[in-house]
């Protein structure tokens, strides 16, 4: 597993095509914004060619066999509305998806399906003023046949989407019109089976899900915000404890990654926030801005 050990990125890692990946990481830095992946096949890293010129870095994820990118990005003009993208890592080819409403994907384990976080208000974007809607679409990567999945009043405040591992369940976090931060599960009709108030998932997809009925969040407002697990079959939570206040950047096999005590360092803990261990390295300082980890 990643987060069983430690790794150094001390250069920028050459651009090069790679089979599939472990770990992808959106970084910025002096040197302006990249994509980098940890090859499957060789556990090196590698920078990924090829990618839209105006991607958005915090929407970068992995498929959950790590053979293809998801991501939203502008057209190579820098105008028009977003698409979501399918990058294939080995031969750089692209699936492409655009609607003046999509903000956020996650694709399905099995591949099959992209859950798509879109924008639905009819409005000038103000509280108050038009219908203020959040929702999902379904899209078929096979056909590109789109199903409009839920829908609900409020705002995408803080974007997350996510499959359990069995591909049964969906996870979503929106801003309902009360300004209450709300964490939905639905099926794959689109049948809403739980909603959490005051409850976040962390945006990468493969951080969200701890088994195919355990979702990890936290809470919000919080200043403490630990993670929370709850069994969406029973709502029982189970509340961790919080001993740091650095922000969550993923969690993967029953461990947390955050940020170190210095720049450029990242370290693991498990859910308590105990047992500290280094995770990553990474130099010259760059800021990273989305991190999915899928084995």
Do not use: C, N
């Amino acid at each position: 597993m990643v987060v069983d050990r430690s790794w150094e990125i001390a250069d920028a890692p050459a651009a090069r095509p790679v089979r599939a990946a472990r770990m992808v990481l959106a970084v910025s830095g002096p040197g302006g914004a990249a994509v980098i992946v940890l090859d499957a096949d060789g556990d090196t890293f590698a920078a990924v060619p090829g990618l839209p010129a105006h991607l958005a870095p915090e929407t970068v994820s992995l498929s959950s066999d790590g053979t293809r990118l998801v991501l939203t990005a502008r057209q190579d003009d820098g105008a028009g509305p977003p698409r979501v993208v399918l990058h294939t890592l080995a031969t750089g080819t692209r699936q492409e998806f655009t609607s003046d409403d999509y903000l956020r994907a996650a694709l399905s384990p099995d591949g099959t399906h992209l859950a798509v976080l879109a924008d639905l208000s009819d409005g000038p974007g103000i509280p108050g003023v038009g219908d203020e809607l959040a929702g999902i679409e379904l899209i078929d990567t096979g056909t590109g046949a789109r199903q409009r999945l839920w829908q609900a009043e409020g705002y995408w405040e803080e974007a997350s989407i996510s499959w359990s591992p069995d591909g049964l369940l969906l996870a979503a976090t929106y801003l309902t019109l009360d300004d209450v931060l709300m964490t939905v599960v639905l099926d794959r009709t689109g049948k809403e089976l739980a909603a959490y108030a005051e409850r976040v998932a962390l945006p990468g997809p493969h951080s969200v899900w701890a088994s195919g009925h355990e979702l990890i969040v936290y809470p919000e407002p919080d200043d403490e915000s630990p993670l929370i697990l709850i069994d969406v079959r029973t709502g029982g939570e189970r509340r961790f404890t919080r001993r740091t206040f650095d922000g969550y950047l993923a969690v993967s096999a029953g461990r947390v990654v955050r940020p170190g005590s210095a720049p450029g360092q990242l370290v693991t803990t498990d859910l308590d926030d105990g047992d500290e261990r280094p995770f990553l390295t990474i130099g010259p300082a760059v800021s990273i801005d989305t991190l999915d980890i899928v084995a």
